[in-house]
């Protein structure tokens, strides 16, 4: 303990973390410490460059720090807040686990085969620029509920990413392995389960750390777009989307910036429990 | 024993010329012709076949048996040892430039049967058919580069000599190269691969009419609408509209994307570099980073007031993370034995910079900056959807909310192509500027 | 003779001493004559990359000093020393910079030390790579040419700063027995053309007897020379030498010494120092 107290990084990231919170509050506050004579002429020149004249440009119509805090107290004990957070939370694990469970046997089929890579991969790429986002109108047109549709969005999202980093790490396994496999007199079925099954994994771990991020924006944007109503939890269990969403509508910017920080924090969640089912699943790769 | 070779052995050599790396994929006339000059020998085990000092003359291809290969150590190759076996060529020393003498000393380890083609003889031949001797040439390159692991340098492969080489213009090498493309299976996998697609796209909206694909707009009906000259739902390849939202999608990219550069790579190489400014400015960087860009869009739109800002800030946003992110990482992967190098030769810090961290983290800067450039498009879009006036992520939703399901498709097709385009670009411009890494990449290629 | 006299006197280097505490270089004294090869071989990990680091200035040392040619490079007053081109290390893995050509990376040291011209110092480059039979991959970039080859442009792009020293850690580690054969009949030549002291750090006691004035054997980590050996066999050298009498006689004598040292490393589970 006494020697993280006396690590100088520490404090530099503390510090740091600080003074961006002492600006923001100071930026926030604008409209009233600009109010005073004293800065007119400041107020003009504002205005003469098409900015609004009132506060700082941008930042000075963001929620100070102090009043998010404030409001976030009071919503901590507001129910449907943890139920948004539970359903965008389910939402990105489902998702990110339908895309592995999908994903992985489609990289695998195209990275052994060379027919079934010929015929799939093209299509694979040419597919794969169009945004995720782009789908979300045929989804909702093509699938019974909005949360299937919603579901299937984020599935795309992170199942590009997944094939990938199959299709990577399935041709960077080094020869030999396959070469001593086979000089051990192993059948096409063994190597596979033992050779290239196991090989894969860790770009697959290491690959879903990506995965996951892109999986947050698909689900956040999607709980936004498709008005989150979800038949689950009712008009207030959209997801932190929909809260985020939500709150701009109805004009109360703090609880915004709440739902930007509580999905932050629940990111940092879901990929740390990625992380430690990645090291349950390649346990060889901590000795590195 | 040299005997020359009658009919029935003939086939037995093409069969294995096409075995071989240099005439794997030439022509059954070539090789037909390469069989009628080429005699047979045998050897017994433990015989020389030849040795380091003897005279390039003959090229050797083994039809079976085993031989070893041991070049000469003022040859500089990686592994100077190399076995061969049937389909194996060796003795090709003839055929680099200005050199005469064999390179290696071959001895057959078990009894070992071969063709053997005498290199002018071959040469003369090649130079006769001048596209496929040429392709031959650069296949005998590669071999040499890559199963004899000797260096670029040496392997000055002969260029075929004669005007028609020297007239062959660049189009019928492109269009040589398309014919052996075409003779690979890869393509018709591919129309195979797009066929499956299509036709089922076809088939289940609007032939069999599924439960659940009725709805979707159909593939004839989108092409149709796609290359009509006066579309019934507004957006067409000939409406002056269409490509008006392209140009905004593109505009706003390229805007996101350059402030994002500009300000990230410096960025990024501080991180990197100094670890007190990283000290100070990662944990914000950090913080700030997992909120998930679309996240920021309500946010965005009370800043900006003007959604045009708004849309082009957020997709600079996600640009700027994953650009000083990747240039981060590129700076701390450069290996400390560079840095060290440097500084013994006396540069100073800035001169590091300017000649070790720059060019060595270069490639990582690059694929951060193919990344930026497709989640910027991502973020763009989704940003587009919800409050733009113009752009194709616009198109996408106003066809869905006016009910011009067509037009969805169109969007979403045109989104992946511009998106395509502009990802290669930028890969495009990453090769241009690093000439080292094609080339190493291309040696070490398996 | 009198450039490059480096003298190694009682040092010590402690990782981590308020933590851990791993002593690698235990109070190791060592003189090397000006103009001398010095080879020091040692099991892997036991601290002899230490010392060179120590000396070309890439570690601190804990006490003890490192004076060459009577200039204090470190003591406990300054611990450590700075890299400079008096002193040039050449690398295990090469350290050739992948995205110069060849050329351009041999004159990299006068050019940034602003001794000469960029045009000088390409004519010179161009005449010690020539020198050193490289003449046809000037415009090559490192990465299309073997791994000997690498290496020798190294060394001509380390000589080209006339340095007082050239410091090899295991230069020739990752190169199959022909090629380091030429390699070090290569450097030999390169030597008798110009006479720096040469460093040279590996844990292969024939390359060491081969090369060397004197072999400096190491003691496991933490490390100091167990027993120095004079090899008497004349230079210029060749090939040769390494299957006459007296090499053979030199490797019996040291090879106890070494394989002592080897077994404690084996026992020790030393795993490969970076």
């Not at chain 1, 033992?194 to 894969?200: A, K, M, Y």
């Not at chain 2, 290359?227 to 490509?243: K, R, V």
């Amino acid at each position: 303990m006494k020697k993280m107290l006396s690590n100088p990084a520490l404090w530099r990231g503390v510090v740091s973390i600080a003074v961006f919170l002492i600006l923001w509050e100071i930026g926030a506050r604008s409209k009233q410490w600009m109010a005073p004579e004293f800065f007119a002429p400041f107020r003009e020149l504002l205005g003469a460059i098409d900015l609004k004249k009132d506060y700082l440009p941008w930042i000075g119509a963001v929620p100070a720090p102090s009043v998010v805090l404030a409001s976030w107290i009071a919503v901590l004990v507001d129910r449907s807040y943890w139920q948004s957070w539970y359903m965008s939370l389910f939402r990105v694990m489902a998702g990110f686990l339908a895309a592995m469970l999908i994903g992985i046997p489609f990289g695998l089929m195209l990275a052994v085969s060379r027919v079934t890579h010929g015929i799939g991969f093209p299509v694979f790429e040419v597919l794969r620029p169009i945004p995720p986002l782009a789908w979300v109108p045929a989804s909702i047109i093509f699938w019974p509920t909005q949360e299937t549709a919603i579901a299937f969005i984020t599935f795309l999202g992170a199942f590009y990413t997944i094939v990938i980093n199959v299709l990577g790490g399935a041709r960077s396994i080094d020869v030999r392995y396959f070469q001593a496999a086979r000089s051990m007199g192993s059948s096409r079925w063994d190597i596979f389960r033992r050779v290239i099954l196991p090989g894969t994994l860790p770009s697959i771990v290491v690959g879903s750390a990506v995965g996951m991020g892109i999986t947050w924006e698909v689900v956040v944007a999607a709980e936004m777009i498709s008005g989150g109503g979800s038949q689950i939890g009712g008009t207030r269990g959209g997801g932190l989307g929909f809260f985020i969403w939500n709150s701009y509508v109805g004009g109360s910017y703090e609880q915004i910036v709440i739902g930007m920080i509580s999905i932050g924090i629940a990111g940092f969640i879901s990929s740390g429990l990625l992380r430690w089912g990645g090291r349950y699943v390649t346990p060889w790769l901590k000795a590195r | 024993m040299d005997a020359a070779l009658g009919l029935g052995a003939a086939d037995e050599a093409i069969a294995v010329l096409r075995e071989t790396t240099p005439f794997g994929d030439a022509s059954e006339a070539l090789l037909a012709r390469i069989a009628g000059i080429a005699r047979r020998a045998r050897y017994a085990a433990g015989a020389r076949i030849y040795s380091a000092d003897g005279a390039a003359d003959d090229i050797f291809v083994v039809l079976s048996g085993r031989a070893e290969h041991v070049f000469k150590p003022e040859v500089g190759a990686r592994e100077a040892l190399r076995r061969v076996t049937r389909g194996g060529v060796f003795g090709w020393a003839g055929l680099l430039l200005g050199q005469t003498q064999r390179l290696a000393t071959v001895i057959a380890i078990e009894p070992t049967e071969v063709l053997r083609i005498d290199t002018e003889a071959l040469v003369g031949l090649l130079e006769s058919e001048p596209l496929e001797g040429g392709h031959v040439m650069e296949r005998f390159a590669t071999m040499i580069q890559r199963e004899f692991t000797l260096p670029a340098l040496l392997a000055q492969v002969r260029r075929l000599s004669g005007p028609l080489t020297e007239e062959m213009s660049s189009l019928s090498l492109t269009l040589y190269r398309l014919s052996l493309w075409l003779r690979s299976p890869r393509p018709y996998l591919m129309l195979v691969g797009f066929a499956l697609f299509l036709g089922f796209w076809y088939l289940a909206v609007e032939v069999w009419k599924l439960p659940r694909f009725r709805e979707m707009p159909g593939l004839t009906t989108v092409v149709s609408e796609w290359l009509s000259p006066s579309p019934t739902y507004g957006l067409s390849l000939y409406i002056a509209e269409y490509y008006q939202h392209i140009a905004m999608s593109v505009w706003r990219v390229a805007q996101a994307f350059f402030l994002a550069t500009v300000l990230g790579v410096p960025v990024g190489l501080l991180l990197g570099w100094s670890r007190t400014f990283k000290e100070y400015v990662f944990p914000v960087f950090e913080t700030l980073r997992p909120i998930p860009i679309l996240a920021w869009v309500p946010l965005a739109i009370v800043m900006f007031i003007a959604t045009e800002s708004a849309v082009v800030y957020l997709a600079f946003l996600a640009s700027f993370f994953a650009t000083a992110l990747n240039t981060m990482l590129g700076v701390e992967s450069i290996d400390e034995s560079y840095v060290r190098a440097a500084n013994c030769l006396g540069a100073d810090r800035w001169q590091v910079f300017r000649h070790v961290i720059i060019p060595g983290a270069l490639p990582f800067i690059f694929t951060g900056l193919q990344i930026s450039i497709g989640v910027s498009w991502f973020s763009l879009v989704a940003a587009e959807m919800v409050s733009g006036q113009y752009g194709l992520g616009y198109v996408i939703w106003t066809s869905y909310v006016m009910v011009r399901y067509p037009t969805i498709v169109i969007g979403m097709v045109t989104l992946g192509i511009v998106g395509y385009v502009t990802s290669a670009l930028v890969r495009i411009a990453g090769d241009y500027l690093m000439e080292w890494r094609v080339r190493e990449l291309a040696l070490a290629e398996r | 003779m009198t450039r490059g006299h480096i003298v190694i006197d009682d040092v010590v280097k402690v990782y981590d001493p308020q933590g851990a505490a791993v002593m690698a270089v235990d109070h190791c004294s060592l003189e090397i004559e000006p103009g001398e090869i010095c080879m020091i071989v040692g099991p892997s990990g036991c601290g002899k990359t230490t010392l060179l680091n120590a000396v070309a200035g890439f570690h601190e040392i804990t006490s003890g000093r490192i004076i060459m040619d009577g200039e204090v490079l470190c003591s406990p007053e300054k611990p450590r020393s700075t890299p400079g081109p008096d002193r040039i290390v050449v690398f295990q893995n090469g350290a050739l910079f992948p995205w110069k050509t060849n050329l351009d990376n041999v004159i990299f040291g006068p050019v940034m030390q602003g001794k000469l011209a960029r045009k000088e110092a390409l004519d010179k480059g161009r005449a010690m790579l020539a020198d050193a039979g490289l003449s046809g991959v000037e415009h090559n970039y490192p990465g299309e040419v073997s791994s000997g080859m690498r290496r020798r442009v190294e060394i001509v792009r380390a000589l080209m700063n006339d340095p007082k020293a050239l410091l090899l850690d295991e230069p020739y580690r990752a190169l199959d027995s022909l090629t380091k054969s030429v390699m070090h009949e290569a450097l030999l030549e390169i030597y008798y053309k110009n006479k720096v002291t040469i460093f040279f750090i590996t844990h292969d006691l024939e390359e060491a007897i081969f090369l060397g004035h004197r072999v400096a054997i190491m003691t496991t980590r933490p490390c100091k020379p167990k027993k120095i050996l004079n090899v008497d066999i004349p230079h210029p050298r060749d090939y040769s030498a390494l299957t006459s009498k007296r090499f053979r006689e030199l490797i019996e004598e040291t090879n106890d010494a070494v394989h002592e040292e080897a077994w404690k490393a084996f026992q020790a589970g030393e795993k490969e120092g970076r």
